[in-house]
């Protein structure tokens, strides 16, 4: 079922591009649809003040001292609160937008959404931890 909910998400992308079907097109709009994201998460920072960075050195552990599930614990988002209604309502959008424009260059390379999802998904499963992301 959800191979069908990716396909025709492909296919509704395909059949609502019309001006920006060139492949240049497509990379820029990507691209300017990646930097409305961090824009959206700059305002909700600046901005709004929903959340917080607190950013500082990672301090990481010697690694002969710590296993690598407890690794985690041992790193920092940086980021304090929540993000409020109107900021998540934006960079949703904006996010929706990415994958947009992410989905048309699957189009255009005739690559399958979905496809590389499970390619991925399979990656991250088989190495788990030691995919080092």
Do not use: W
Not at 30 to 52: D, P
Request: charged share 30%.
């Amino acid at each position: 079922m959800k191979d069908v909910i990716f396909d025709d998400f492909q296919n509704a992308v395909d059949d609502c591009l019309l001006r920006h079907r060139s492949l240049l097109d497509i990379m820029t709009k990507l691209q300017e649809s990646e930097g409305r994201i961090n824009r959206a998460i700059a305002k909700s920072v600046t901005r709004c003040g929903c959340v917080k960075i607190d950013a500082a050195k990672q301090e990481i552990p010697n690694v002969d001292s710590i296993d690598i599930d407890s690794f985690r614990n041992h790193l920092n988002t940086h980021l304090d609160g929540e993000l409020c209604e109107n900021c998540r309502d934006v960079i949703e959008r904006e996010i929706g937008n990415n994958l947009f424009y992410l989905t048309s260059l699957c189009n255009l390379l005739d690559l399958n959404l979905y496809d590389i999802l499970l390619k991925e998904y399979n990656k991250i499963n088989t190495l788990g931890k030691y995919t080092f992301r």
